[in-house]
């Protein structure tokens, strides 16, 4: 993807071949972050429709990665699977739209496993569920009446807490590594690092964001588990780009890679945390 960009206001075009990792990296972001954060605010229709793009962009992604032939009708099931379930939740039947996923996910099953001819990826039918789930739990979140954005944006607050706490500390400490063949980068300081973090932000969450009575202890606990999450959602993204030597799902947003390398951790941390809501309110 090559875009063009007039450079302070003076009509000098600068392609993003001139341009660093970092610069691409800060320029997508300021050009996605306050979309999304005005779609997470906004809620209802603009989030749905926020969602919509990214589960669009991660089928496309996934599909593209994980199967060799009949790409397109792969691309085409996926999405229409994970669309349907999207409306279904929409119109608040979530129990109708979880059930699509998983049919959505036994037909990409018999299609890959039990069809002649050259034999697809069998992890392929996951698919559905890998991207579906993580966006219907981010529909729920944000819909509670009571504290949807707060668990929204606290959610995303604790993946980034997460990451930055693992990379600093897995900078600065080092030691082992905790599966250098799949991610070789990730230390046990790292991971601890990062749990210590999310900890921090999920008391603060709790305390000033959200309208709830949960214990300082319980909410360290929570947010210590989704930052586990967090890191194992990071560790099945980068084995499933080892498995078909890829680097990154795709190029979609410059210097960022695809949608699937940016919301790795959030796509295991959703449900986690929609089901810790409707179990004990967090």
């Given amino acids: 993807m090559n875009i063009v960009i007039d450079v302070e206001g003076t009509g000098r075009l600068v392609s993003n071949k001139n341009l660093s990792s970092l610069q691409l990296r800060v320029l997508s972001a300021s050009v996605l972050a306050p979309v999304a954060v005005a779609a997470l605010y906004l809620g209802g229709p603009y989030f749905t429709v926020f969602l919509i793009i990214a589960a669009s962009a991660m089928c496309f992604e996934w599909c593209k990665t994980s199967f060799i032939n009949n790409i397109p009708a792969f691309m085409g099931l ?47 039918f996951l698919g559905p569920l890998y991207i579906g789930v993580p966006v219907l739990s981010l529909m729920a979140l944000r819909a509670n ?44 300081a790292g991971l601890i690092g990062g749990m210590i973090c999310a900890a921090l932000v999920a008391v603060l969450s709790t305390q000033y964001l959200m309208q709830t009575d949960l214990s300082v202890i319980v909410a360290c606990v929570a947010g210590a588990l989704l930052a586990v999450l967090a890191q194992i959602g990071d560790f099945a993204e980068s084995g499933w780009k080892r498995y078909f030597k890829v680097k990154d799902a795709s190029n979609i947003i410059p210097g960022h890679g695809g949608v699937l390398d940016r919301l790795d951790g959030v796509l295991f941390v959703a449900p986690a945390l929609y089901f810790m809501n409707a179990l004990i309110g967090i």
Avoid: H
Avoid at 90 to 107: D, K, N, P, R
Avoid at 148 to 174: C, M, P
């Fill in 78 to 124: 996926t999405g229409f699977v994970v669309f349907v379930s999207i409306y279904l939740a929409y119109t608040g039947q979530m129990s109708g739209a979880f059930s699509v996923l998983l049919i959505g996910a036994a037909c990409v099953l018999l299609l890959t496993w039990f069809r002649s001819g050259p034999k697809e990826w069998k992890g392929a």
């Fill in 145 to 188: 009446e009571n504290d949807g954005f707060a668990l929204t944006v606290s959610l995303f607050f604790v993946v980034w807490a997460t990451d930055t706490g693992a990379y600093f500390a897995g900078r600065s400490i080092g030691g082992p590594k905790i599966a250098p063949f799949i991610s070789p980068n990730k230390t046990w």
